[in-house]
């Protein structure tokens, strides 16, 4: 009989794998089969259900809160990175035992809404000013609700479990009326106040923008250095007689709202005089200038001034006192320009002396302000000059540099006429600098002085220092982001919340028109809580002032206040709607987000928080980093490499989104691309076979088969003891929320220990060992706790595969996702044993390599053929003798020399003496092949019955 027929006769007695799992995973199809499978089973509502169960247990209370997405578009890579960390942190929880109720939220107002709105009014020709306010915000309404609809579906299709039917938004109604609510809190302790100062201003949005709402790209300014002529001398010797204080600036557009000039006691200062000039100068020879000491050879190269002479110089102390004029002075700008010192004035850059223009500059509004200098409102919500300005109305701030110059040259050429101090244009150039822009129109941003509403970080209330102070007890993940948050909180100017814009929640309270006093009543903003809830913010256009005033005040002497609040006051409101109910902690457990809401949502729920209830809404901080491109690039449409979710559901599966996701360092920057997809599918598909190998693996297991542990063979504790090691990493990972590298672990954990190891060793036994024999049962029971267990641990994660691979074995009516991580027993850690089998692995590996040597030589074909002469030290063969060498190095016969005297290869002993005996030694096995299970044996053809069989193999199909 030839070997192929033989091998055939005795094919059916093999217990070869069988399982419906299949080999391929074929996502983009099953996926939507298993979401439409878990809401016809009502998964949802069993995961509730279990929860109360748990809660009357008295089980811990875990609570994520959802940083709300803006309702705005499609979902792209950055929304499902951080709502798949989220949803593993989640089911992590849910698995290890804890009550977890995950409700989803939408950031629905603010300006990207109202820019699509009256986008469509452009198209249509319509003008967003003829529209009724009421119709306008319910056409936002509108636009909201169908994005949170599409973007909610979206959510689901990558698997994310949440309670969808209960999700928070900020336009509800009930949320509109705790918004409103929490505005009233800092209206009655007195941290609301209408002040007026510099803010970051887009004069195409006409809106004041928050920190957060602002980006900052390449951008090119004008240059000017401009000389001021100074008409009060404070020094004793008279040195600033017939002298120009000379400042830089890149705005020359805020020149006509200069208002004084800083310098700093600290820098030395220089009177020099201009002896000669290059030909392209403005400068004239004679011309006198103040400037920083340290910057005098700078500021001459800069301006063409070729030779110099320095005639006096001292400290900015003796500064105090001077006085200056601007250089517009006979053109309705006949104010003094004062000299102040001011702290903020370096030598970095410029000429050490700063112009001041209270209106468009932080520094320079509290400066002048410290000084009763008051501020000048020149510049127009849309960027163009007011009306009354001289020179320059109805110029654009950003057209404003042509005509800013000329009029600085004219002043130059009027003061050369009349002989007096070089005054206005010294030189002018451009440069390309990082300047702020509206994330949202991409234009750039003035600083603007306008009358905002402010709430206050250090008056009585001291939220700054209060925030500052419960941040010690915030957990930050990566623990280095707690200084990005702190330095940012510790450097803020007040909280600017107003904006003047439409759909939002007003900032809903009455000003006093005779004192211009806010009112602070609590019965007043009662009634506009208790509208708002019933008719949402709406009601604050809709009713008389009088319907929240009521009998107390007369209506007529109170200006209503119309200004919407900022969209990162209502987000950073959301706990107050959110936490504390039924299930639901408060301060959250964890708030994760992206890096950028350090200055965004982490930044304004503390805030917000800390201002109304003195504690931070969290407990913990997680970051993830931004999404790249594969050369590190940011997506772009223009570049085409934007990745889209959507498009990964629909080629590959949101289980290779949610394995990329967690084998990526989401606490740094990530890269996707097609490349790395092809990797992590993959990585995947080493992950599905495991699964389906002990599927197959477990055919027909029943409990009867299982081995104690007591009895088990050492391979199969040391698989036991790996997975406590497992367990304690997943543990670790839930407790602390640092889940990077986590299942790049429990991958190689696959791969490498069972796979390439465990699986290669044991496919002999479970193939071809009586379905009786102790050794198959004992493999067959640790598969069973192995599919358990990586089923639960991949849940999180894979949280489609997990639930195939789990119903393929226990039935449709079943799922991994109401299981909860098995809970190991601690028996099966046993650090001696580990350490014991990592000798073992290493011997073998030694071993394999001269099988594989063989292989490569031509001596053998596969390593049944093998047979392998090991020699051991007598220290060895204590240690290693009574393993089944054939069986670990899959070979038909290894043949244990002992070699006494001799020194050990695999172990390490600085005291053994003697020569090392020889490495392993490879040769043909001797025998014949058994048609069953194809090792190599001298025993093949001693049964008559069965001569094509080993014995072990003749006793199997005997029975």
Not at 37 to 46: C, F, R, S, T, V
Not at 190 to 209: D, F, H, I, N, Q
Not at 555 to 579: K, M, N, P, R, Y
Not at 799 to 821: K, P, V
Request: aromatic share 10%; hydrophobic share 40%; glycine share 6%.
């Amino acid at each position: 009989m030839t070997e192929s027929k033989s091998t055939d006769l005795y094919r059916d007695t093999v217990f070869l794998p069988s399982t419906s799992f299949p080999m391929r995973g074929g996502l983009p199809k099953k996926e939507p089969e298993i979401l439409a499978h878990w809401k016809k089973i009502g998964l949802d509502e069993a995961i509730q259900k279990k929860s109360d169960e748990r809660l009357a247990a008295g089980h811990k209370v875990f609570t994520l809160h959802d940083g709300p997405p803006y309702a705005n578009g499609h979902l792209h890579i950055g929304h499902a990175l951080n709502k798949i960390i989220k949803d593993v942190i989640n089911r992590s929880h849910r698995m290890n035992g804890e009550v977890v109720r995950y409700i989803p939220g939408w950031d629905c107002h603010g300006l990207p809404i109202e820019w699509r709105i009256e986008e469509q009014y452009r198209k249509a020709g319509k003008n967003k000013d003829d529209v009724p306010v009421l119709q306008f915000r319910a056409e936002c309404r509108n636009y909201a609700k169908e994005w949170l609809t599409t973007q909610s579906s979206e959510f689901q299709r990558l698997g994310v479990q949440a309670e969808w039917d209960n999700r928070y938004a900020t336009m509800d109604f009930s949320s509109e009326a705790t918004i409103v609510e929490e505005i009233g809190r800092f209206l009655l302790n007195g941290s609301l106040y209408r002040g007026l100062r510099p803010v970051m201003w887009s004069p195409v949005e006409k809106t004041a923008l928050a920190e957060a709402e602002i980006e900052y790209h390449d951008h090119t300014s004008v240059t000017i250095f401009v000389a001021f002529p100074i008409v009060k001398d404070s020094t004793s010797n008279h040195a600033l007689d017939g002298v120009s204080a000379v400042i830089w600036t890149t705005t020359p557009w805020t020149i006509p709202a200069n208002r004084a000039i800083a310098y700093n006691n600290d820098i030395n200062y220089q009177v020099i005089i201009a002896q000669a000039v290059s030909d392209e100068s403005y400068v004239m020879v004679g011309s006198k200038f103040l400037v920083a000491q340290d910057l005098a050879d700078s500021f001459c190269q800069q301006v063409g001034i070729t030779d110099h002479q320095a005639l006096h110089t001292f400290s900015g102390q003796a500064l105090k006192g001077t006085v200056a004029a601007h250089p517009f002075r006979g053109k309705g700008f006949d104010y003094d320009v004062p000299l102040l010192a001011g702290e903020f004035v370096t030598t970095e850059a410029g000429t050490g002396l700063v112009h001041c223009a209270p209106a468009h500059g932080e520094d320079d509004f509290y400066l002048c302000r410290d000084h009763q200098i008051g501020v000048d409102e020149l510049v127009q919500d849309d960027g163009v000059y007011a009306p009354n300005v001289p020179l320059f109305a109805g110029i654009h701030v950003f057209k404003a540099a042509e005509p800013v110059c000329d009029q600085l040259i004219e002043s130059s050429q009027k003061a050369q006429t009349e002989g007096k101090a070089f005054t206005g244009l010294v030189a002018r150039s451009s440069i390309v600098h990082s300047y702020p822009h509206s994330w949202r129109s991409r234009a750039p941003v003035i600083y603007r002085a306008t009358p905002q509403w402010f709430i206050a970080m250090d008056d009585d209330r001291k939220i700054r220092e209060n925030a500052l102070s419960v941040l010690e007890d915030v957990t930050f993940v990566p623990a280095q982001i707690r200084n990005r948050l702190t330095s940012m909180v510790a450097s803020r100017p007040d909280w600017c919340i107003s904006r003047q814009r439409a759909w939002g929640v007003p900032i809903a309270v009455f000003v006093n028109k005779e004192t211009r006093e806010v009112l602070r009543d609590e019965n007043v903003m009662q009634r506009i809580v208790e509208a708002f809830k019933v008719e949402g913010a709406d009601a604050w256009y809709t009713s008389p002032a009088s319907r929240f005033l009521g009998d107390s005040y007369n209506a007529d002497d109170f200006e209503q206040v119309f200004d919407i609040v900022d969209v990162w006051f209502e987000s950073g409101s959301t706990h107050a709607f959110v936490l504390g109910q039924d299930k639901l902690n408060f301060p959250a457990d964890l708030y994760l987000e992206g890096s950028d809401q350090h200055r965004g949502w982490f930044q304004s729920s503390l805030l917000e928080c800390v201002g109304t209830r003195g504690i931070a809404p969290y407990k913990a901080i997680v970051t993830n980093g931004f999404v790249m491109d594969e050369q590190g690039r940011k997506m772009s449409k223009s570049l085409g490499n934007v990745v889209a979710p959507q498009d990964v559901n629909d080629s590959l599966g949101a289980d290779i989104l949610r394995l990329w996701v967690m084998n990526s360092d989401t606490n740094d920057d990530l890269r996707i691309g097609k490349e790395i997809l092809k990797q992590q599918g993959d990585l995947y598909r080493r992950l599905r076979n495991t699964l389906r190998w002990l599927l197959g693996g477990l055919d027909d297991f029943s409990e009867a088969e299982k081995v104690p542990y007591a009895e088990l063979p050492e391979l199969e504790k040391w698989v036991l003891h790996r997975l406590t090691e497992m367990n304690k990493i997943i543990q670790q990972a839930v407790t602390s929320h640092e889940w990077v590298g986590v299942y790049p672990t429990l991958h190689h954990f696959c791969t490498v220990d069972l796979s390439a190891f465990y699986f290669d060793i044991r496919k002999d036994a479970l193939y071809c060992d009586d379905t009786n024999n102790v050794r198959r049962r004992a493999a067959r029971t640790v598969l069973d706790i192995l599919h358990r267990c990586l089923c639960a641990w991949l849940a999180p994660v894979l949280c489609f595969t997990a639930e195939e691979a789990w119903t393929a074995r226990f039935g449709e009516d079943q799922s991994i996702h109401l299981e909860d991580f098995p809970t190991l027993p601690a028996e099966w850690n046993n650090e001696a044993l580990a350490e014991r089998w990592l000798q073992v692995r290493a011997i073998r590996r030694i071993i394999t390599t001269e099988i594989e040597n063989a292989r490569r030589e031509g001596m053998i074909k596969s390593s049944l053929q093998a047979a392998v002469e090991l020699a051991f030290s007598e220290k060895e063969v204590a240690l290693f003798g009574q393993y089944d060498w054939a069986e670990l190095v899959i070979v038909s016969q290894v043949d244990i020399q002992i070699v006494p005297g001799s020194a050990s290869l695999y172990t390490e002993d600085e005291e053994q003496q003697g020569e090392p005996h020889a490495p392993p030694v490879v040769t043909v096995a001797s025998g014949e092949k058994c048609a069953r299970c194809w090792k190599v044996l001298d025993e093949v053809g001693e049964n008559t019955e069965h001569p094509e069989l080993c014995l072990r193999c003749v006793d199997v199909v005997s029975q």
